[in-house]
T-cell receptor, first 112, second 115 residues
Framework: QKEVEQNSGPLSVPEGAIASLNCTYS??????FFWYRQYSGKSPELIMS????GDKEDGRFTAQLNKASQYVSLLIRDSQPSDSATYLCAVKRAGGSYIPTFGRGTSLIVHP | GAVVSQHPSRVICKSGTSVKIECRSL??????MFWYRQFPKQSLMLMATSNEGSKATYEQGVEKDKFLINHASLTLSTLTVTSAHPEDSSFYIC???????????FGPGTRLLGL
């Protein structure tokens, strides 16, 4: 059973702080990792993808991957109220025949 | 970035009627499309995987005769909810993957209300 675990939250951070979202996965064959943001009532939108161990930065977002420990995290610097949403972690094996597995998501609340 | 559209965005179904939801990849060819269902405050639930030109693969517990999926071209997949009832009320979301890519791109979703 492939599992992707996320703390459901809510994670509450003040505006301007760093929000840290974590995700662990059970399938050691996983090669592709994604973070999606989902606002209430909307569909998920891709924030970042990461495939190699280490950090990957894109603007205020940094994805961190540690395959040995089987976790992937998302850091949001200078959090804004507009970042308040549910963040979904998705994990898959490489190759088009594999289906991504989604976590249940972490609710983030950034308060002014 | 890749764009996926869905139509309609909202639909109300009288009890026992059917509704077809379209999912289109607008600027790429989608070799695989996924259909998800999401109830309020719940996680995404994968219903089926649809590959162009072949029968959809349904997840356990999803009735294939209830949820008809057709992926007739590389840019269009349809989900037909047959004989809709109140328990079918949900947010239906499709996503698409381009051949050779790993990333899923989601459509905006269709909110279905079954009466």
């Amino acid at each position: 059973q492939k599992e992707v675990e996320q703390n459901s939250g809510p994670l509450s951070v003040p505006e301007g702080a760093i929000a840290s979202l974590n995700c662990t996965y059970s399938d050691r064959g996983s090669q592709s990792f994604f973070w999606y943001r989902q606002y209430s009532g909307k569909s998920p939108e891709l924030i970042m993808s990461i495939y190699s161990n280490g950090d990957k930065e894109d603007g205020r977002f940094t994805a961190q991957l540690n395959k040995a420990s089987q976790y992937v995290s998302l850091l949001i610097r200078d959090s804004q109220p507009s970042d308040s949403a549910t963040y979904l972690c998705a994990v898959k094996r490489a190759g088009g025949s594999y289906i991504p597995t989604f976590g249940r998501g972490t609710s983030l609340i950034v308060h002014p | 970035g890749a764009v996926v559209s869905q139509h309609p965005s909202r639909v109300i179904c009288k009890s026992g009627t059917s509704v077809k939801i379209e999912c289109r990849s607008l600027d790429f060819q989608a070799t695989t499309m996924f259909w998800y269902r999401q109830f309020p405050k719940q996680s995404l639930m994968l219903m089926a995987t649809s590959n162009e030109g072949s029968k959809a693969t349904y997840e356990q517990g999803v009735e294939k005769d209830k949820f008809l999926i057709n992926h007739a071209s590389l840019t269009l997949s349809t989900l037909t909810v047959t004989s809709a009832h109140p328990e079918d009320s949900s947010f239906y979301i499709c996503s698409a993957v381009s051949g050779g890519e790993e990333t899923q791109y989601f459509g905006p979703g269709t909110r279905l209300l079954g009466l």
